[in-house]
């Protein structure tokens, strides 16, 4: 049986591990491939790496990173944000990201999904939809988009992607608990797996959003402040009774 | 020792290339067959459709290089869609080297793409896989093998029923899983793998 995962999310900025408040004051934590290479000994599943830059005129940092990371990580790791066109996301995984995940880019154009399912397969192909009070937003949370997350989950899913990676972005940054009605009603709704996202405070809500049919859940802030809590978290989620990896 | 990484132009063999390094071999990323031929181990590896893989190596004549290897009982070694092109053909679509017999068939489960950690369970008593019973490994596939002959299986996983995680046939072996990506479970696969080829 498949395990449930549990995979730490870093923001990075031109390269770097950063840590801000709202994508301002913007703290430099660190090396990106040292910091991931820690989580992984420490057993995350998974990484994700996203690029909160907001231009990307220059990916070349992103690249060196996603180039360094496939040679130095022993477990696989997604990329994202700023992912815009078929090329951004070829450029990514030529360059040995696992995965890519493709946010407004693909909202506004789900052609992209499949182009990037063609040449890498659905596996490598990660839908990213924020969502508040069920509707789609983007921008952060500033616009909503008029769509309904589980149909757009649906649509997704149809145009290639293998993964969806589903944020409440106003449970985000709270650590209450993962927004569970979102997470179980595109669960639900897709045959592939969905990764819970935003809201993450301790080793029950993970258990919810697995409860509620995620196969995986997104942690940020709570393994940041203390790495250590990573092991903790996967232990209490197995003596709880959860097939987790240990 | 040296082992040739097939390069069909897709895909990114970096964290292969390395992993095998980590391992204790040399590994190369080989495009043309006479390489492919003459290393005492040649891998391939691979993401996405079989289609595209099978046509890459064609391109280069390293279909036939690897036909040629096992003819002379020479290792191969594929992982993911590599050990998926050992097959005789896709249900996606593609032919693949055929040297196991059997089909690639879409994956039957609630959740498909099968995605993440797995348990190994050992079926058949396997060099390539000492250590490993019982083990977890990192998946990613929407598609897979289903041999002809249920003895080459040597490990499976449970996901919506038994799904065939390595196979084995004399100088023929290969893993549905990642082993560059299953940690240090993935660099034991690899390190064993090394020592099975110099002693098919």
Request: glycine letters at 10%; hydrophobic letters at 30%.
């Given at each position: 049986m498949v395990k449930k995962r549990v995979i730490p999310c870093l923001d990075v900025a031109g390269g770097r591990v950063v840590k801000g408040v709202r994508f301002e004051h913007l703290r430099d934590m660190g090396d990106p491939v040292e910091l991931a290479t820690r989580y992984s000994e420490l057993g995350a599943d998974e990484l994700v790496f996203l690029d909160i830059t907001a231009t990307l005129e220059d990916r070349g940092p992103l690249l060196d990173l996603v180039d360094r990371a496939a040679a130095e990580l022993l477990i696989p790791f997604t990329v994202g944000g700023g992912v815009r066109s078929v090329d951004d996301g070829l450029a990514l995984l030529r360059a040995g990201a696992d995965k890519v995940a493709l946010n407004r880019a693909a909202l506004e154009e789900p052609d992209l999904l499949s182009r990037l399912a063609d040449a890498f397969g659905s596996q490598a192909v990660v839908c990213a939809i924020d969502a508040r009070a069920g509707e789609v937003v983007t921008h952060a949370g500033r616009n909503p988009r008029g769509r309904d997350a589980v149909d757009w989950a649906r649509d997704a899913v149809e145009h290639g992607a293998g993964e969806l990676l589903v944020t409440s972005i106003d449970a985000d940054?709270?650590?209450?608990?993962?927004?569970l009605e979102l997470t179980g009603s595109i669960a639900d709704a897709v045959p592939v797996p969905v990764i819970a996202s935003g809201g993450a405070g301790c080793a029950r809500h993970l258990a919810e959003a697995y409860e509620a049919g995620a196969d995986a859940a997104l942690i940020a802030s709570i393994v940041h402040e203390r790495p250590e809590r990573l092991p903790e978290l996967k232990r209490e989620l197995a003596e709880d009774g959860w097939p987790i990896r240990t | 020792m040296r082992v040739a990484v097939a390069d069909y132009g897709a895909g990114n063999l970096r964290s292969l290339c390395a992993a095998l390094s980590r391992a204790g071999a040399e590994p190369f990323v080989a495009t043309e067959a006479g390489e492919v031929r003459e290393a005492p181990l040649a891998a391939v590896a691979g993401v996405g459709h079989l289609a595209n893989a099978a046509a890459g190596l064609a391109l280069s004549g390293v279909d036939e290089a690897l036909r040629d290897r096992v003819q002379y009982e020479r290792p191969v070694l594929g992982i993911c869609v590599g050990m998926q092109l050992l097959f005789e053909g896709s249900d996606e679509g593609g032919t693949g080297l055929g040297l196991l017999a059997g089909r690639v068939t879409r994956l039957e489960a609630?959740?498909?793409?099968?995605?993440g950690w797995n348990t190994l369970v050992v079926r058949n008593d396997s060099a390539l896989l000492t250590g490993l019973d019982g083990a977890d490994v990192y998946f990613a596939h929407s598609y897979a093998a289903r041999p002809?002959?249920?003895?080459?299986?040597t490990a499976e996983v449970e996901h919506g029923g038994p799904v065939v995680a390595a196979v084995e046939e004399g100088a023929v072996a290969g893993v549905q899983f990642h082993p560059e990506r299953s940690g240090p479970v993935g660099a034991r696969l690899l390190a064993n793998a090394l020592a099975w080829s110099r002693s098919v």
């Open positions: 940054g709270t650590r209450d608990g993962y927004d | 609630v959740r498909v793409p099968h995605m002809a002959d249920t003895d080459v299986v």
